[in-house]
């Protein structure tokens, strides 16, 4: 089933200002005709007045009115008629229904509801009142927050994990008749695609890793690569959603964390490694300047120094160049031998 779009429906206002025009008319003629006489025409005269009064209202039902980046898809008796698109005043058959199966859902998005305990006791105390819903269906940009995951990275690692989708409905036709609510349909999608991309990466950099699946170990990280790991989420659920009419426009991480049961051994082993960086690079630069320090003393002939006495030199520079604190100095008075 594809979409299709009424158009040229839009006199609204002229079809209100009729209605109005053909129950005042009804109404002069009945107060006219009354005790006149029994003549047959004005019998007929007065009983189409009475029905039209009774029964005029029902011309009005098929007034619709709506704004920029709204849809109303419409159904006769079960069988879709078309869309409404654009803004405007519109009359259509007043027996034509609007479908909207969604129209009840209420989604941690924009452009619906907070998803709070308040908004949550608004929206039943409105359905328990008996507020009609409203059919119409936002073509406008939205975005879906859904709620943090707790995922296992590829190398078995539990995370935590959130997606922020920007979407928007591009076939309405599909989103209303295609599944039974687009809504749902849209934030289940976006479960399992965050579930199946997350699980190929690991949280970082780690070794022999394929994240392509191209057979080669590569540097592809969930930490490091967030905008490659959002574009294949992103890419993932338009293809489950794309019979659903609705266009993935962009995901993004919002959230990205290690589960709190492993969290602070990871930030130990983060620190660690941390540790590790910076003692590699002190010691790279100890050895450099005792390396200076002894070709400097060699060139300008201070003092010739044996093997042994090297050794103590390359030793004690050390200490002091790789030491964690201030090395205390010993004041030699006596001979260097």
Not at 33 to 62: H, K, P
Request: glycine share 8%; proline share 2%.
């Amino acid at each position: 089933m594809t979409e299709k779009v009424i158009s040229g429906r839009k006199n609204g206002m002229g079809m209100l200002m009729l209605t109005i025009a053909l129950y005042i008319a009804a109404l002069v003629l009945l107060i006219a005709t009354a005790g006149v006489g029994e003549d047959f025409g004005l019998n007929m005269i007065r009983v189409v007045c009475i029905l039209w009064l009774s029964l005029g209202w029902i011309m009005t039902l098929g007034l619709k009115v709506l704004k920029p980046q709204e849809a109303l898809v419409l159904t006769l008796f079960g069988r879709y008629k078309g869309t409404l698109k654009g803004d405007g005043f519109y009359w259509v058959n007043p027996f034509c229904t609007a479908v909207n199966p969604a129209a009840a859902t209420k989604l941690r998005q924009s452009g619906d509801v907070g998803g709070d305990d308040t908004d949550a006791m608004a929206f039943k105390a409105a359905m328990t009142a008996g507020t009609p819903l409203n059919k119409k269906i936002s073509l406008k940009m939205m975005t879906l927050n859904n709620n943090k995951q707790k995922i296992n990275d590829c190398l078995g690692n539990p995370v935590e994990i959130g997606i922020a989708v920007i979407w928007r409905v591009v076939d309405t036709a599909k989103a209303v008749f295609y599944v039974d609510n687009y809504k749902e349909y849209l934030s289940l999608q976006c479960d399992t695609a965050l579930r199946n991309i997350v699980r190929l990466y690991p949280y970082d950099v780690a070794e022999n890793v394929d994240t392509t699946g191209d057979g080669i170990a590569d540097e592809g990280s969930l930490r490091g690569s967030s905008e490659i790991v959002a574009k294949r989420i992103r890419d993932e659920i338009q293809d489950k959603v794309k019979n659903a009419g609705i266009e993935i426009i962009e995901a993004r991480i919002t959230y990205l964390a290690y589960a709190p049961e492993i969290a602070a051994a990871m930030l130990q082993r983060q620190q660690a490694s941390a540790v590790v960086d910076a003692r590699k690079l002190i010691v790279d630069g100890a050895v450099g300047m005792v390396e200076m320090a002894l070709e400097q003393l060699s060139e300008k002939n201070v003092v010739e120094l044996d093997d042994e006495r090297k050794a103590a030199m390359v030793s004690n520079l050390l200490v002091v160049l790789c030491g964690n604190h201030d090395a205390q100095p010993v004041v030699n008075s006596g001979s260097l031998y």
